[in-house]
């Protein structure tokens, strides 16, 4: 537990009652377990983790990677058939077309005395993939212990709720666990577990701090924090390793890095540019926009709908107003005025990816208004990903 307590950090409540489910090796355990939370929050690494430590028999299958049913059934059992061989013995490769073949197979493979008289884990990770197989394969794992008649649990991690996995024709319940978003002292915690044996735990964790400081209100994500965290710690301890301040001299070494980590709030979650081209950026002390030979948002991806507010948007600002009536209406007559109720909304994520910017004064009765900024290029693509012809709606191209 001591040992455990160390490896997964501010999730000890999971911890505790995963391992109560597992109970001892030769215990049946809950059939299924539905694991969800979102993106980094812990879901994979503690089911990994635990399962590991405590070295129980057990294989890990990302759905996103067997996208055909086929893929999946085999990869577990040749995985599971790897697990019952002895280290000098070369297993066969396992074929498996149907589900049912998949259970014939299965009570074959757990027949081994390595796998006998304990519980097996078969740990499913991005299951909402399997909502797009076939109708009975996610019955038929949350059944998989009864139709097996073997001591099996089927892990499934998600990052979407359980009622939306629900099939309508009802199915065995899994015993769910939520894992929620680490609180910032949780994160505070976990990033400062990292710190470099260079320097001081103190240190490291009064940059983590500012990191946080920084970046808390516009990403919570572990993953991404965690590479922040990296890329800009040389630039945090500059100062230090110069000779030009102390390991305590905060304020100095604040002034040092913000300039940086304003930089770095451009690139979030977009990986624009490469850990390598961000280095360089921070050495030359340059923008990243200028750098030659990048295309600012070529790889950026983006919700659907955005999409087309980005694409109406961009025809908004680059179309003569008394064009509107031409493009989209079937009918060019007069049409009668109708009041709307105005809601105020923000399209804030766009702005912050610069792709939209506000143009006009913040006081404006009627609300702010913005102007696309890309290029014709990138909304031409933009427009491709959601089968939108706009060069037919801009009147530059009539």
């Known amino acids: 537990?001591?040992?455990?307590?160390?490896?997964?950090?501010?999730?000890?409540?999971?911890?505790?009652?995963?391992?109560?489910?597992?109970?001892?090796?030769?215990?049946?355990?809950?059939?299924?377990?539905?694991?969800?939370?979102?993106?980094?929050?812990?879901?994979?690494?503690?089911?990994?983790?635990?399962?590991?430590?405590?070295?129980?028999?057990?294989?890990?299958?990302?759905?996103?990677?067997?996208?055909?049913?086929?893929?999946?059934?085999?990869?577990?059992?040749?995985?599971?058939?790897?697990?019952?061989?002895?280290?000098d013995a070369c297993p066969t490769h396992i074929t498996c077309e149907t589900f049912n073949d998949f259970v014939r197979l299965f009570k074959q493979v757990t027949k081994a005395e390595s796998l006998k008289d304990q519980t097996v884990y078969i740990v499913l990770d991005k299951a909402e993939y399997l909502r797009d197989m076939e109708a009975n394969l996610l019955p038929g794992f949350l059944r998989l212990q009864e139709l097996t008649d073997r001591n099996v649990t089927v892990i499934l991690l998600s990052e979407i709720v359980w009622e939306k996995f629900r099939p309508n024709t009802g199915c065995f319940e899994p015993f769910v666990l939520y894992f929620p978003d680490y609180s910032i002292g949780n994160l505070q915690k976990?990033?400062?577990?990292?710190?470099?044996?260079?320097?001081?735990?103190?240190?490291?964790?009064?940059?983590?701090?500012?990191?946080?400081?920084?970046?808390?209100?516009?990403?919570?994500?572990?993953?991404?924090?965690?590479?922040?965290?990296?890329l800009n710690f040389p630039k945090y301890c500059e100062p230090v390793v110069k000779g030009e301040a102390s390991e305590r001299d905060t304020r100095k070494l604040w002034r040092n890095v913000e300039p940086h980590l304003k930089k770095a709030m451009q690139t979030v979650y977009l990986r624009e540019i490469s850990s390598s081209q961000w280095e360089k950026i921070q050495k030359d002390d340059t923008d990243p926009g200028q750098l030659k030979g990048l295309s600012a948002y070529t790889h950026v991806e983006l919700p659907y709908y955005s999409k087309f507010i980005l694409i109406a948007a961009y025809l908004a600002s680059y179309n003569p107003a008394r064009t509107d009536k031409r493009f989209f209406l079937k009918h060019h007559g007069k049409i009668k005025k109708t009041n709307f109720l105005k809601k105020h909304e923000k399209i804030t994520s766009l702005v912050t990816l610069q792709l939209l910017t506000l143009v006009g004064h913040d006081d404006q009765l009627d609300g702010p208004k913005y102007k696309c900024t890309v290029s014709l290029d990138f909304i031409r693509a933009i427009a491709r990903t959601v089968n939108f012809d706009i060069i037919k709606y801009l009147y530059d191209f009539l």
Request: charged fraction near 15%; charge should be negative; include cysteine.
């Open 190 to 230: 976990i990033l400062s577990h990292d710190h470099p044996p260079e320097y001081s735990a103190d240190f490291y964790a009064a940059y983590i701090n500012i990191l946080l400081g920084v970046f808390y209100t516009v990403c919570r994500d572990l993953k991404e924090l965690r590479h922040l965290a990296v």
């Open 1 to 87: 537990m001591a040992h455990l307590e160390n490896l997964v950090l501010c999730r000890e409540s999971q911890v505790s009652t995963l391992q109560s489910l597992f109970g001892e090796r030769h215990h049946f355990s809950f059939p299924s377990i539905f694991i969800y939370g979102h993106t980094a929050s812990g879901k994979t690494y503690v089911t990994q983790t635990l399962l590991k430590t405590l070295e129980l028999p057990h294989v890990f299958v990302n759905c996103v990677e067997c996208f055909t049913l086929r893929l999946l059934l085999e990869q577990i059992l040749n995985k599971l058939n790897h697990l019952s061989s002895s280290e």
